[in-house]
Antibody
Framework: EVQLVESGGGLVQPGRSLKLSCVAS????????MNWIRQAPGKGLEWVAY????????YYAETVKGRFTISRDNAKNTLYLQMTSLRSEDTALYYC????????????WGQGVMVTVSS | DIQMTQSPTSLAASVGESVTITCLAS??????LVWYQQKPGKSPQLLIY???ILEDGIPSRFSGSGSDTQYSLKINSLQPEDFASYYC?????????FGSGTKLEIK
């Protein structure tokens, strides 16, 4: 069974940093691209970042480019999102999601981890 | 960036009815359209990819259609568990934009 478990969220002040983790199990992690997707309270879904299976290709949404860094450790089956210069508008539930195929869809999602940016 | 315009924003229907949700891309996405369902307090679930391909385990009352810039999700014979929010997603470009969502409520 595919499982994605996020951690590392919490309350952080504007301008500070936070690092999220997502531990994967039930599939060969090193064979799949991975994503971070967020959802602000009561709002829709916003894709944040993608990393290919071997970390060769990385893409970011314009709203986080230059502030967030996606990375992965295939030996640890873990995906990361380093978030810096956090803003109130980054407040959201952050999901990690497995990239499903060349058609670019997300076939498995974690339960999400909440990040609240507030003074 | 490819923009995804989803309509309606909300929709009320009764059990047993059929509904259609539409998604318009700002440019041709060559059939690379994805649909998700999200129930309150839950993670999104993949329903359809490639505009028409039903994900394993998804009931056949769900179907997708469309091409170029215009796509639709149809749900036949609504069941109580279908009342949820639905999102489309651009699966073509490397900036994977979502539609703003459609909340399907019980009438």
């Amino acid at each position: 069974e595919v499982q994605l478990v996020e951690s590392g969220g919490g309350l952080v002040q504007p301008g500070r940093s936070l690092k999220l983790s997502c531990v994967a199990s039930g599939f060969t992690f090193s064979n799949y691209g991975m994503n971070w997707i967020r959802q602000a309270p009561g709002k829709g879904l916003e894709w944040v970042a993608y990393i290919s299976s071997g970390s060769s290709y990385i893409y970011y949404a314009e709203t986080v480019k230059g502030r967030f860094t996606i990375s992965r450790d295939n030996a640890k089956n873990t995906l990361y999102l380093q978030m810096t210069s956090l803003r109130s508008e980054d407040t959201a539930l952050y999901y990690c999601a497995r990239h499903g195929g060349t058609s670019h869809y997300f076939d498995y999602w974690g339960q999400g981890v909440m990040v609240t940016v507030s003074s | 960036d490819i923009q995804m315009t989803q309509s309606p924003t909300s929709l009320a229907a009764s059990v047993g009815e059929s509904v259609t949700i539409t998604c318009l891309a700002s440019e041709d996405i060559y059939g690379s359209l994805v649909w998700y369902q999200q129930k309150p307090g839950k993670s999104p679930q993949l329903l359809i990819y490639g505009a028409t391909i039903l994900e394993d385990g998804i009931p056949s009352r769900f179907s997708g259609s469309g091409s170029d810039t215009q796509y639709s999700l149809k749900i036949n014979s609504l069941q109580p568990e279908d009342f949820a929010s639905y999102y489309c997603q651009n699966g073509l470009s490397t900036l994977f934009t979502f539609g703003s969502g459609t909340k399907l409520e019980i009438k």
